[in-house]
Nanobody, 116 residues
């Protein structure tokens, strides 16, 4: 059974940066898309970005384009979300998702709070 564990969240001031990590185990990570989602209180889960298995194609939501970037290290079974120029509206629980066909793995989520 596959598992994903996120880390790197926390409290940051507006304009600051954070790097989230997603560590996978129990499945062939290098064959899966990795996606990041986020969910703010009282709102629906929102797509943030996606990286393909080879790590050479990324797609981002308009709300984070130019500020967030995704990468992955398949040898380490890891994916990363670099978040720059963070704003209060980026406050949410961030989730890592690995997806292949109809197989879906989710992390437990990690809190990111942007506040002065």
């Amino acid at each position: 059974q596959g598992h994903l564990v996120e880390s790197g969240g926390g409290l940051v001031q507006p304009g600051g940066s954070l790097r989230l990590s997603c560590i996978a185990s129990g499945f062939l990570f290098n064959t899966y898309d990795v996606r990041w989602y986020r969910q703010a209180p009282g709102e629906e889960r929102e797509f943030v970005g996606r990286i393909n298995p080879d790590g050479d194609i990324t797609t981002y939501a308009d709300s984070v384009k130019g500020r967030f970037s995704m990468s992955r290290d398949n040898a380490k079974y890891a994916a990363y979300l670099q978040m720059n120029r963070l704003q209060p509206e980026d406050t949410a629980v961030y989730y890592c998702n690995a997806y292949l066909a109809r197989i879906d793995y989710w992390g437990q989520g990690i809190q990111v709070t942007v506040s002065s």
